[in-house]
């Protein structure tokens, strides 16, 4: 029975410098860490899915959704803070996103971080995140109708915040304030402060 040849040590660093480059190139845009995901459990028995990626404090990490990402900049913004840890992006995405589409069952899954629960997802809850804080309505116009829904929007009715932002100009900093439930939300709900932070 015969042996295969030998490899040559030169051939061997000439395939292993090549298999590097192949690997390099084919990494470019996506998160470094990035490998196969693991499932736990949470507090609730529900499952979580863990990747190698990493999360603000008591935050499973998610999982990249680079390869879903839809070229419109608000979603992907979104998109990325959910796997970022902004839990409270995941539950905007999923006001946000169309329904049944892959962005929709990332914001589902919390970032890859739960299985899909049927429904919204309350990913913020879920996670026990801090109740986000109302910024004072600071110079936003002149306009005593927007103003009066403002303060309302500051002081908790959250439908105020929907009504703001409905009735407001667009890229004004009523729409803007209306959009981010006075500030609660680093990324705008668009309408979906009512849905999204209710309790």
Known sequence: MRRPPRSHP??????????????VACGRGVREGAGPATTTTDGDGGTVVVSPTTGPAGVPPGQDPGAILVGDP???ALAGACFDGDLF?????????EVDS??????RS????????????????????????????????????????????????LSACDDLFLASSP???????????A??????AAGGCQSQLAE
């Open 10 to 23: 030169a051939r061997r660093v000439l395939a292993l410098a090549i298999g590097l480059t192949v690997v």
């Open 102 to 107: 892959e962005l929709e069952a990332y914001s």
């Open 74 to 76: 608000p979603l992907d």
């Open 110 to 157: 919390c970032g890859g971080r739960v299985a899909a629960p049927p429904g919204a997802p309350g990913c913020a809850d879920r996670f026990g995140a801090p109740a986000p804080v109302a910024e004072a309505p600071d110079d936003l116009g002149g306009d005593a109708a927007l103003d009066a829904l403002a303060d309302a929007c500051f002081t908790g009715d």
């Open 89 to 97: 992006a995941c539950d905007t995405l999923f006001v946000r996103s």
């Open 183 to 188: 500030g609660r939300l680093r990324l705008g």
């Open 171 to 181: 890229d004004s900093g009523y729409e803007a304030y209306g959009s981010t439930c």
